[in-house]
């Protein structure tokens, strides 16, 4: 069963720094396309940034330049550097991969449960 595990949310001023990250584990042949998603309170859950299995990068005009995604391959992981923090970046972010279970499979997507990142004074 395969499984995606976030850590590091928080608590944290404006204008600090989080950073949040996402185990894969479980059994698959591969992952595809990894992204950060957020959902705060009342909104519709809204993409943050995606990067693909070379390393390409994408972000929302929200938080570019404040954000920075990243992957280790070999570990099966996917990490977000957030700095700069507003409070408006307060959300529930969720890890998000398309990973495929087998060689012949197709691509399945998987989400994690969701950490908590709250900025406020």
């Known amino acids: 069963q395969v499984q995606l595990v976030e850590s590091g949310g928080g608590l944290v001023q404006p204008g600090g720094s989080l950073r949040l990250s996402c185990a894969a584990s479980g059994s698959f042949f591969s992952i595809n396309i990894m992204r950060w998603y957020r959902q705060a309170p009342g909104k519709q859950r809204e993409l943050v940034a995606t990067?693909?299995?070379?390393?390409?990068?994408n972000y929302a005009d929200s938080v570019k330049g404040r954000f920075t995604i990243s992957r280790d391959n070999a570990k099966n992981t996917v990490s977000l550097q957030m700095n700069s923090l507003k409070p408006e970046d307060t959300a529930v972010y969720y890890c998000h991969a398309d990973l495929k279970l087998s060689s012949w499979s197709v691509l399945d997507a998987y989400w994690g449960q969701g950490t908590q990142v709250t900025v406020s004074s």
């Open positions: 990067i693909t299995s070379r390393g390409s990068t």
